[in-house]
């Protein structure tokens, strides 16, 4: 993910009325120590003003501004207290558009217990001696109210290295200090900036015309050998996306550690948890990600008011595609989940893809993520992969370090294959909900030669302007085809070679649509989103009880109600217990046989289990520090809809087979 404002600005909605344009904006140039022992930061920042510009900036509450001169006097400063911020109006009366604030703050203590749902939320500036983060937003800096450049030189003890996004200008170690100067000519909306103590290696590469900067900041035990195979990894997703969208906009780019659960792309670098990093299948997913919002969010700005889609168009390109070179199967498996995601979400919980801006709970990343990249495959389906590329390079090249819209991605995919997508883009992005496509009649008879098949499809109202895939089932083998759907009934007549025995709709999950139920086994998602949850413990240990409590707590987006009995009326619930309290239960609550990929040795197991309409969540583990070591893993893992675990470790998983609704064809005679 980018690191998208937590609100879109006032700003963002003037951009709106100017369009395209390119802005210039702001420039800030900061000059600063941080000493992360005594967790302070002192600075003078010296903010330049655009001649049409509201002048003003915002600046933590805690902050002591030593002065503020502009033209070689004082300026009086008043501010208004906001989100923590303090923002100060520049008098009007003042004609001198450049303003030097020297100031100093305290900074928090790192808060390294957060969990990652808590790292998404807007985080203080952090610093400690083994890392600091300071985000855009906290305050640490006078930052304007509408895009900026910047330059910043940054000053930290010699054992530290610091970086802030932007081109290193130069570097020194001398008198007990290591100073950093980075420069960044393009629109900001804010700076972060890290520091740690880093080992840094480097590796200069030729990509294009270009010589590029590639670095690992690592924490000292992640080693030489890992921060070698990042580099490689960077430089292989730097030529590969240099090549298919354009060249990589930048001077370098960087791979920092975090002693932080994040997984941040920013612009030249991106800023991943050092749990995270040792992951050995990082590099091969998250880290092509991450560098591909270079382009995607960190080069062309979404434009937040009217929807995000840098996130379904990296997931598309990035985490997608990797799974369509790797096989078809593996793709149409990624589809499915995409879906069976979507389909786990409480009712009332979807906004419209046009509303989202950032991930901050599963129905927000199911739409975001899943739906929006499910969008970028129907386009390509549509139009086709040499025009869909062709359409890529245009509109990167079009609005490189500009904002763009949804709109401005349907106008390129129109251009590049000469066709209107409106009726492709508008309900897509507009509305919420799927469309559920069912077959109401299916009927063949010979006819002069070969088979005619009459079939009748359906969909809810208002329709959707649908190309369903249709896989029939002869006696030889299986012919696809596409049949239009475009409103709440159509009937269509198709000439077939062989006779039709069967048929399925959508079934390599083509379509954005709601799952049949059969195409849905529950996965641990369900309980994860969960409205309204209700936790069952089967265990009258006191140390289990309080360990199924605190596991509750992490797992589940919503608070619990803690209940007796499983309740009928809940459409989810949560049982917890030891291996032989769960198999009671599954009797008592009729869940059937507890499922055989249970039954191994290892010290936890969660699964799913549907009992009627519920959806119940089983967690077994055989003492309550096994319970409490789910805490790490489980909620990373509701595409799920099984899982083992051995102490912290996630050593099995699956989700239930998922059966295709085949659908059997009329012959004349009836059978
Ligand atoms: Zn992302």
């Known amino acids: 993910m980018t690191r998208a404002p937590a609100l879109p600005r006032a700003a963002a909605a003037l951009l709106l009325l100017l369009g395209s344009l390119a802005v210039r904006a702001a420039h800030v140039d900061l000059d600063i120590t941080l000493d992360p022992i005594d967790r302070t930061l002192a600075g003078t920042a010296t903010l330049r003003f655009d001649a049409n510009e509201r002048r003003s900036f915002a600046l933590s509450s805690e902050a002591v501004v030593e002065h503020a001169r502009a033209g070689g006097r004082e ?112 629109p900001a909306e804010g700076i972060d900036l890290m520091a740690g103590p880093y080992g840094v290696r480097e590796r200069i590469v030729r990509i294009g015309d270009r010589d590029l900067r590639l670095r690992t900041y690592f924490a000292p035990e992640l080693g030489n050998e890992l921060s070698d195979d990042y580099l490689a990894a960077v430089e292989r997703y730097l030529r590969l996306y240099s090549g298919s969208i354009g060249a990589y906009p930048f001077d370098g780019f960087s791979v920092v550690s975090s002693p ?261 086994p529950p996965i641990l998602r369900a309980a994860i989103a969960a409205q309204d949850p209700v936790i069952v413990v089967a265990d009258e240990r006191a140390d289990f009880r309080r360990a199924a409590d605190a596991l509750g707590k992490v797992l589940l987006e919503r608070p619990a109600r803690i209940a007796e009995a499983l309740p009928t009326d809940a459409p989810v619930a949560i049982l917890m217990g030891s291996p032989a309290g769960i198999a009671e239960a599954h009797t008592q609550y009729q869940l059937g046989p507890v499922p055989e990929e249970m039954k191994g040795a290892s010290t936890a197991q969660a699964w799913t289990v549907r009992r009627g309409s519920q959806t119940v969540l089983v967690i077994a583990a055989k003492d309550a520090a096994a319970l409490a070591a789910l805490a790490g893993a489980l909620p990373h893992l509701g595409g799920q809809s099984w899982v083992a675990f051995e102490g912290p470790r996630p050593v099995a998983r699956g989700v239930w087979k998922a059966e295709a609704v085949r659908v059997p064809v009329m012959l004349p005679g009836g059978n």
């Open 75 to 186: 300026v009086p400063l008043d501010g208004k207290a906001r989100d923590g911020r303090r923002v100060y109006a520049i008098p009007a009366a003042l004609n001198d558009r450049v303003v030097t604030i020297a100031y100093r703050l305290k900074l928090a203590p790192l808060d390294d217990a957060r969990d990652h749902r808590r790292v998404l939320a807007a985080l203080p500036a952090m610093t400690d001696a083994k890392g600091s983060f300071l985000p855009a937003g906290s305050g640490w800096y006078p930052e304007p109210e509408a895009d900026f450049s910047y330059a910043v030189s940054i000053s930290v003890p010699a054992s530290q290295r610091a970086i802030v996004p932007g081109k290193l200008a130069s570097e020194t170690e001398s008198g007990g200090a290591y100073r950093a100067r980075f420069e960044f000519p393009h």
């Open 260 to 520: 932080l659960p994040t997984g941040f792309g920013m612009p030249t670098l991106t800023y991943l948890g050092a749990q995270v990093i040792r992951l050995p299948f990082i590099r091969d997913t998250s880290l092509g990600h991450e560098v591909l919002h270079s382009w995607w969010g960190n080069c062309v700005y979404p434009e937040y008011s009217r929807g995000n889609w840098a996130e379904g168009l990296t997931t598309f390109m990035a985490d997608y595609a990797y799974k369509e070179q790797a096989a078809g199967s593996a793709a149409r498996e990624m589809r499915h989940g995409w879906l069976r995601d979507y389909a786990a979400l409480p009712n009332g919980e979807e906004k419209p893809l046009a509303a989202f801006t950032s991930r901050t709970h599963s129905a927000s990343a199911a739409v975001g993520y899943g739906k929006a990249a499910m969008m970028f495959y129907m386009v390509r389906e549509k139009i086709g992969a040499a025009a869909f590329d062709r359409a890529i390079r245009a509109f990167y090249r079009d609005h490189r370090f500009k904002r763009a819209s949804w709109a401005d991605l349907e106008a390129a995919f129109s251009k590049a294959s000469r066709q209107s997508l409106a009726a492709l883009f508008d309900p897509w992005l507009s509305r919420t909900g799927a469309p559920r496509i069912a077959v109401t009649h299916a009927a063949a008879e010979p006819a002069a030669s070969g088979w005619r098949l009459t079939l009748a499809l359906t969909q809810d109202t208002p329709a959707y302007r649908l190309d369903v895939p249709v896989a029939v089932r002869t006696a030889t083998g299986e012919e696809v085809l596409r049949v239009p759907l475009s409103k709440a009934r159509d009937a269509v007549t198709l000439a077939l070679k062989e006779q039709p025995v069967s048929l399925a709709v959508d079934p390599e999950f083509q379509l954005w649509r709601q799952l049949a139920p059969g195409e849905a």
